[in-house]
C-alpha cells in the first residue's frame, strides 16, 4: 500500500510543476512567486521523506533477521504510537526509530 501512496505522490506532485510552469497570475508565470515555490518545495520535502522511510524499511526487511525485524519494528511502532500520544520525544526515540 505504501508503495502505490508513494507513486501517487509523485504523479501529483509532477502534475502540479506542470501546471504552475503553464500558469500565469498577475501576468507572470505562477512560478516565478516565492510563495508557490514554497509550497512546492515543501510538498516534495515530504514526498522525499516518505520515499526514503520506504526505502529504509525495505532495506531492514530484506537484510535483518526475522526475530530482530520483529523486535525492531515492534519497538518503533510502540514508541512512535506513545510519542504521538505524549506529545514528546526523547533521544532514544529518535535515534532507534
Known sequence: MITSTARAQRAIVEECLKWVSQRKAFGKPLASQAVIRSKLAAMIARVESVQSWLENVTHQMNNMV?????????????????RTRTKRSTSLDQSRC
Open 66 to 82: 526475522r526475530p530482530l525485524q520483529l523486535i525492531t519494528f515492534a519497538l518503533c511502532s510502540e514508541r512512535n504510537y506513545s
